[in-house]
């Protein structure tokens, strides 16, 4: 199993983008996935950007990724999203199934992200039969739910699980950073830019519960799953993704498998109760 | 335009055939179905007797199974599919790509809807379901602001669906997380959203706490005017702010009534009402005044206006006795 360094999630400063992944070049982290995949309103970087970011990528020696949009909903973000699939070079993850036809249309091989409903053998090797590579498994299914998949058999795709950051729990029309700033969608001055690890929210108990991220809601924990990396080599896992939050993810991910089993500490709330077939914010000790 | 009605039970479909539905849409009694509440829905004998008190109305009955086969229980969904196919239903609703490909496979004759689950939001989602499985119909997440979903009727190779009026549920359908984060049940997979087993009311001296496993969702006044708790429409705070708000939504309903003549322009061909969980009063009121109106409508488009009775009873079969666009509103978003 090797690790990898998923999409940054949150809307960041150019240079603070590309700082980060020229860390990330620096870094022995194999597989590395970005793109915008949460709204289309942030313009921070373009297109030609992250392809600017992917050939430093790729010179340094990593496999890239390029991460598509998760709710598609105007004409002009699927326009953007076939110039993404089209891009002739790179090899894409779909987070909304309208990539998997643009991807699928142009023959061309894809990476099924977290946000795509996979719940079951059957679908994953339809999926499979169309190009799909790899998936991330959805964040709510288990360790359970995987073995019984894997022990049918061997799959002839490659498996990633989404193993620490904060997990992506939904998507909607509204732009919750905006409206809790008094401000409406189309006027909302790229405002999820103050907020680069989203908006933490806590219940009327001060219990930490969700964080807010622009169209997303993410969780208020940090998923930490790094005590199951020998468990999961086991099942054939090929990658540990690591979804940042912080420059120090990079070291976070880049350190993964010296550290062995050994949870790297962080000043997060942890959870990891969906991998023990719980609700998502329950944290184990195991 | 075709008036879709829910039937939790035997009752409620009669009830909305008789109100006026032109289409009553129904789950089986298991997990296959996303409204899988005790005390709902019907076993393969009801739906038989169900099917054929509709087909004598001359009206259509569609079949829900909109949650996603668990592995190693795969048999369970397949055989309702089997079920549907044997009982004569007009459509089948489904999400999940294997059952999709079974029922297209073994039933070819039989039309399939891509449920909301499915959360296809676009033109690409919506190429894919059609070339693949001959889907006749989609039902559109509740995500789309009318412009988007007037440019997507311009050019999508299936009909569509929407919802008009009912529980607002404001994430991209199938695509959230926040119930089984908080509970373990995943609505995808046959938990309902907010299981009522995790839902604990707790009176506080002036004030009632609204908890959903342990967690608390929402602290209210004793007489204050509450919807059903899910975790989206909680009242939270945040690093900046220590004033509890609703910080995603407020309980409220989505009811479409003033979009009715541009639904129609757009060619959309199923206006669909929300609550299978509902009593057959509510499945009655809200069948009625949508009867009247999408009437009114046909009979004279061009000065089609909402009536104030309309609004009123509906608003008091809604959450908090209020009532929002949702996402058709540019500005909600």
């Known amino acids: 199993m090797k690790a990898s360094l998923g999409p940054i999630l949150y809307c960041w400063p150019k240079e603070k983008v590309i700082e980060f992944y020229t860390q990330v070049a620096a870094s022995q982290i194999p597989l590395v996935y970005l793109g915008e995949t949460i709204c289309s309103r942030r313009r921070e970087l373009k297109f030609s950007d992250y392809m600017d970011l992917a050939h430093m990528l790729r010179d340094s020696g990593k496999e890239v990724v390029l991460s598509t949009l998760a709710l598609l909903e105007a004409p002009s973000e699927y326009t953007e999203l076939k110039k993404q699939v089209e891009n002739g070079e790179f090899i894409i993850e779909a987070n909304d199934m309208g990539a998997i036809q643009a991807a699928k249309e142009n023959k061309l091989p894809f990476i099924c992200g977290p946000t795509i409903n996979n719940y079951n053998l059957a679908s994953l090797k339809t999926l499979h039969k169309w190009g799909m590579q790899r998936f991330v498994m959805p964040v709510e299914l288990s360790k359970h739910w995987l073995n019984t998949v894997v022990s049918v058999e061997k799959p002839e795709f490659e498996i990633e699980i989404f193993g620490h950051g904060f997990l992506p729990l939904a998507l909607s029309a509204r732009c919750f950073t905006a409206r809790q700033k008094g401000l409406v969608k189309d006027k909302c001055q790229t405002i999820c830019i103050e907020n680069p690890k989203g908006l933490l929210a806590q219940t009327q108990e001060s219990q930490p519960l969700l964080r807010l991220n622009g169209i997303q809601t993410q969780s208020a924990a940090c998923i930490d799953l790094t005590s199951e990396l020998s468990s999961m080599s086991d099942m054939g896992i090929s990658y540990f993704r690591v979804s940042p939050s912080s420059v120090s993810c990079i070291e976070k991910a880049d350190k993964l498998f010296e550290l062995g089993s050994q949870s790297v500490q962080v000043d997060d709330t942890h959870c990891n109760g969906y991998w023990h077939q719980q609700a998502g914010f329950n944290h184990l000790q195991i | ?333």
């Open chain 2, 1 to 333: 335009m075709e008036l879709l009605c829910p039937a939790g039970n035997l009752a409620s479909l009669k009830t909305a055939l008789n109100a006026g539905a032109d289409a009553v849409y129904l789950g089986l009694k298991n997990d296959t179905n996303a409204r899988s509440f005790a005390g709902l829905n019907f076993t393969p004998k009801k739906l038989q007797e169900a099917a054929q008190y509709t087909k004598q109305q001359g009206k259509k009955i569609f079949l829900t199974i909109n949650t996603f086969p668990k592995p190693g229980e795969e048999k369970r969904w397949y055989e309702a599919v089997d079920i549907a196919a044997n009982t004569g239903v007009d459509a089948l609703i489904i999400a999940d790509l294997s059952l999709l490909d079974y029922a297209h496979s073994h039933y070819p004759h039989l039309p399939l809807h891509l449920s909301v689950q499915a959360s296809a939001t676009n033109l690409g989602a919506l190429k894919l379901y059609k070339e693949e499985f001959n889907i006749q119909r989609a039902v559109l997440p509740r995500v789309l602001s009318m412009k988007q979903v007037r440019d997507l009727s311009k050019v999508t190779p299936v009909d569509l669906e929407v919802f008009a009026f009912g529980s607002l549920c404001i994430m991209a359908e199938g695509r959230c997380h926040l119930s089984s984060y908080v509970t373990g049940q995943s609505p995808n997979t046959g938990g309902s959203c907010s299981p009522a087993k995790h839902v604990r009311w707790q009176e506080e001296g002036e004030n009632r706490l609204t908890r959903l496993n342990e967690v608390l969702i929402d602290k209210s006044g004793i007489d204050e005017q509450m919807g059903y708790p899910v975790v989206c429409k909680g009242r939270y705070t945040t690093e900046h702010n220590s004033t509890p708000t609703h910080l995603l939504e407020s309980p409220t309903s989505l009811n479409t009534l003033s979009l009715l003549p541009e639904l129609a322009k757009a060619n959309v061909v199923s206006l669909k009402i929300e609550g299978r969980q509902r009593s057959p009063a509510y499945v009655e009121q809200v069948t009625q005044v949508w009867r009247r109106a999408i009437d009114t409508y046909l009979n004279n488009p061009d000065n089609f206006q909402t009536q104030v009775e309309w609004d009123r009873a509906l608003a008091k079969v809604s959450e908090g006795q209020t009532t929002t666009l949702g996402a058709y509103e540019r500005t909600w978003q």
